[in-house]
């Protein structure tokens, strides 16, 4: 009687392991003209509900969702903490760019959304746009994108102050 329970739990829980499997990343999804990239889980959720693709391939363009700048808990409004706040998130945008097959050398365009005026303020736009510059060239050696810098009334998440997207040109290979 042991044993055919122990069978009967071993052919049901490996008839249950797909529904137990985890998905693997970067996830590739068939799209007219060529795929959407899903990096992770959490883009995938993501994805799920807000309904947005976080990189989205046509032909030899790239096209990457914008990654929020924006305080973390506890940090500060100082140039320093925003310098941190832009370095996360060129590391994000760095994972969305790796998990298609591109780096920062591939990127063509930058479009940055800025709340120039509010509470998380770090400081005035040209002096906001040099700190995100010293940031932003630790991750672009040059030659530099394009880059169109937008102002704004806010964000979709609450106390973003910079929204940055990336276009890139990545010749299928």
Known sequence: MTVRRLILFAACALAAAPAFAQETYPKRIPAPGGEVIIPSAGHQKAYDEIKYAP?????????????????????????ESFKKQVRRTFNALDA????????????????????????DQPAPRW???????????????????????????????????????????????
Request: proline share 6%.
């Open 55 to 79: 990189a989205r391939r046509v032909g030899d363009t790239l096209y990457v969702s914008g990654a929020i700048v924006g305080r973390a808990k506890d940090e500060g409004t100082d140039p």
């Open 96 to 119: 969305v760019l790796k998990a298609s097959g591109a780096s920062f050398d591939d990127v063509v365009m930058i479009n940055s959304f800025h709340v120039w005026e509010g509470p």
């Open 127 to 173: 002096e906001q746009i040099n700190m995100i510059n010293a940031v932003k060239g630790e991750f672009i050696k040059g030659p530099n994108p394009a880059w169109t810098a937008v102002g704004t009334t806010g964000l979709l998440a609450p106390g973003g102050i910079v929204e940055i997207q990336l276009i890139a040109h990545v010749p299928s290979k």
